[in-house]
């Protein structure tokens, strides 16, 4: 786990169980919710390792789902993500796996979405005590950090044109 205080190690202010599962995703979730500058219309999530064995139990699917819809990790809606995603219109469909094969941490998810006429694709991995980290867009590496309530600054965003594919962000 990689923390810088104190304060990451007691985690965030959040809606529960586990700030690993619950918190970390959230800030993945809502991070995409930046890029794409709102919520998607389609989703595809891949849990892997732990998220895949634990999802339902921990509220990891809720968690992404409410980052998604743009919900903070101190959210009380979250708990009914599932409900406000389908009343917004949002489709979703998860995959579980053993392993990634892009980054080697137990709580890591690859999340595509289209928005409109914008697809992207994200790997996240929810570091622990809220913290973490988004290491793929779009098959390109990145090492952006992220913590419960960080708020995105800039995002860069460009298009392939024959696939008008979100392409970089910088947080």
């Given at each position: ?101 892009y980054y080697d941490h137990p709580n890591t998810t690859l ?24 290491f793929m867009i779009n098959e390109k590496m990145v090492d ?12 860069a965003r460009s298009y392939q044109p024959r696939e008008k ?7």
């Open positions: 786990m990689e923390f810088q205080s104190c304060f990451d190690i007691i985690g965030p202010i959040m809606v529960g169980p586990s700030s690993s599962h619950t918190a970390g995703v959230v800030s993945i979730g809502k991070f995409i919710y930046e890029l794409v500058g709102d919520y998607p219309q389609e989703v595809n999530i891949v849990f892997y390792d732990s998220f895949a064995e634990t999802y339902q139990g921990h509220g990891t699917d809720k968690a992404l789902l409410g980052g998604l819809l743009g919900m903070a990790t101190d959210d009380t809606r979250i708990k009914h993500s599932l409900e406000w995603a389908k009343e917004a219109g949002m489709q979703y469909k998860f995959e579980f796996q053993d392993t990634c094969e999340v595509t979405v289209k928005h409109d006429d914008r697809f992207v694709k994200v790997g996240g991995a929810s570091l622990g005590g809220g913290l973490s980290k988004i952006i950090r992220l913590s419960a309530g960080d708020d995105f600054t800039v995002l594919v979100l392409m970089e962000a910088i947080g």
